[in-house]
């Protein structure tokens, strides 16, 4: 039989709700779903979990058996779970329990779909690209992590900005003081990165984003380089301005003068399971509720009519002209031209 690992948010008693909820609808549809222990605990505590049925993680089964992650909870609950996952390479389907939720693919309302669509395999799984990201000091290296959304260096003090040095290739490119820097994935472009001013990058465009945060510098645009390149920040020594480097908003580590962060694509991306195909510009207004309003589409082909009359293509003669200051100077063939020549 298949297993489902649940994964839900501890906090949040609508979370717990879900989990019961999704559970009970697995056993229903002939699947075994699982749990960590700590998150078992906290759903049977509540009225309605008291007697949930579930195998517990690494003590009845491993990752190794686990068929698919479903996750209660917002963004941060699916970077959570991806900790967890990303190395059993299992894709995580989100349920939507937060606001944005920007990373999952279903909504609490359409629990009973969700549940359905996995019991049917009646999904599809998508790779999002992470990152690798080095911390070094003198030459040493202090951390090694990853991340999903975003590796971003902060000024650890609010009254004092930090200066950086950006570089790209091994090459820098200016030094400015500032807030902080994001260096992120396309799937992090929607979140710390957008916040910071960078663009939206779609899923499927293989690439890495650097944005500054609030910098001050003329030069301090947002970067959208190759998947390929190796993007870096120095954090220099002329000040002694403290920095911290967080990934995804949940792995963090001081960054003194003279740190150096290095991130590059990771080999190991993150799994996500899709319901539908639905566009990603379609997702962008949903979550984001953009207004559309006024807008007309383009024209099916078979709508399409040719013009009543057609329009002559005139071809001109081609002409040179060339710049005022550029104009061919005129020639003196007179023999007083000559005799004067010859004189000088």
């Known amino acids: 039989m298949r297993?489902?690992?649940?994964?839900t948010h501890t906090g949040r008693n609508d979370a717990l709700?879900?989990?019961?909820?999704?559970?009970?609808?697995?056993?229903?549809s002939g699947l075994i779903p699982v749990m960590r222990r700590l998150?078992?605990?906290?759903?049977?505590?509540?009225?309605?979990?008291?007697?949930?049925?579930?195998?517990?993680?690494?003590e009845d089964t491993s990752l190794d058996s686990i068929d698919l992650g479903v996750?209660?909870?917002?963004?941060?609950?699916?970077?959570?779970?991806?900790?967890?996952?990303?190395?059993?390479?299992?894709?995580?389907?989100?349920?939507?329990?937060?606001?944005?939720?920007?990373?999952?693919?279903?909504?609490?309302?359409?629990?009973?779909?969700?549940?359905?669509?996995?019991?049917d395999r009646s999904y599809t799984v998508e790779e999002r690209m992470s990152?690798?990201?080095?911390?070094?000091?003198?030459?040493?290296?202090?951390?090694?992590?990853?991340?999903?959304?975003?590796?971003?260096?902060?000024?650890a003090n609010r009254e004092r900005m930090i200066e950086v040095v950006m570089e790209v290739d091994g090459r820098p490119l200016s030094t400015f003081g500032c807030d902080g820097v994001v260096m992120a994935t396309p799937t992090g472009s929607t979140a710390y990165a957008f916040s910071a001013g960078g663009p939206v990058v779609w899923p499927e465009v293989e690439a890495l984003v650097m944005v500054p945060i609030s910098a001050h510098a003329l030069f301090a645009k947002p970067l959208v380089v190759a998947p390929t390149s190796r993007l870096a920040i120095e954090i220099l020594t002329r000040t002694d301005a403290?920095?911290?480097?967080w990934c995804d908003g949940r792995r963090t580590i001081e960054l003194p003068p003279g740190a150096r962060v290095e991130v590059t694509r990771s080999g190991i991306p993150v799994k996500l399971a899709r319901l539908n195909q639905t566009p990603f510009s379609e997702r962008l207004v949903n979550k984001f509720e953009l207004p559309i309003q006024g807008w007309r589409g383009p024209v099916e082909p078979k709508d399409r009519e040719t013009?009543?009359?057609?329009?002559?293509?005139?071809t001109p003669p081609l002409q040179v002209v060339e710049p005022r200051h550029h104009g061919p100077k005129p020639e003196s063939d007179t023999t007083a031209g000559k005799e004067h020549r010859r004189q000088l």
């Open 3 to 7: 297993r489902i690992l649940v994964l």
């Open 17 to 28: 709700s879900a989990a019961v909820d999704t559970c009970s609808r697995l056993r229903e």
């Open 39 to 58: 998150e078992m605990q906290a759903v049977r505590n509540t009225v309605e979990g008291e007697l949930l049925e579930v195998e517990v993680l690494d």
């Open 71 to 119: 996750v209660l909870g917002g963004d941060g609950s699916v970077l959570r779970a991806a900790e967890l996952v990303r190395n059993a390479g299992v894709p995580l389907l989100g349920v939507n329990l937060g606001h944005v939720g920007f990373l999952a693919e279903s909504e609490r309302t359409a629990l009973q779909e969700t549940v359905q669509a996995v019991a």
């Open 131 to 155: 990152i690798d990201v080095q911390v070094w000091l003198d030459n040493r290296r202090i951390a090694h992590t990853w991340a999903l959304n975003e590796a971003a260096i902060e000024k």
């Open 242 to 245: 403290q920095a911290v480097l």
């Open 307 to 314: 013009a009543t009359t057609a329009l002559p293509i005139i």
